[in-house]
């Protein structure tokens, strides 16, 4: 079974950046959908990012498209997450997920299976 371990959150002003890592342990890193997802006080967890593990094709909610990129490190089993340009909205709780399969709808919460813990990114204006 995976296990998901997010690192790399913290407290920046607006227009700073931070790198989440996902390191993924256990099987079926590769050929799965890797998500980042946020959710902020109040709000539903929102999609951020997904990348495929087989081809390395990358997703993006129009909220971050230009600002986030997605990436992975397949020899370390580990996703990153840069946020550049950040604003106060980004501020939030982010998680890493997984499922065994294509990204497809891959801002659908329901669809993946195993998730981290969370990370804490707080942007100040």
């Known amino acids: 079974q995976m296990q998901l371990a997010e690192s790399g959150g913290g407290s920046v002003q607006a227009g700073g950046s931070l790198r989440l890592s996902c390191a993924a342990s256990?099987?079926?890193?590769?050929?799965?959908?890797m998500g980042w997802f946020r959710q902020a006080p109040g709000k539903e967890r929102e999609g951020v990012a997904a990348?495929?593990?087989?081809?390395?094709?990358?997703y993006y909610a129009d909220s971050v498209k230009g600002r986030f990129t997605i990436s992975q490190d397949n020899a370390k089993h580990t996703v990153y997450l840069q946020m550049n340009s950040l604003k106060p909205e980004d501020a939030a709780v982010y998680y890493c997920?997984?499922?065994?399969?294509?990204?497809?709808?891959?801002?659908?919460?329901?669809?993946?299976?195993?998730w981290g813990q969370g990370t804490q990114v707080t942007v100040s204006s």
């Open positions: 990348i495929y593990t087989g081809d390395g094709t990358t």
């Open positions: 997920a997984q499922r065994s399969a294509l990204c497809g709808i891959w801002f659908r919460v329901q669809d993946y299976f195993t």
């Open positions: 256990g099987y079926a890193y590769s050929l799965a959908c």
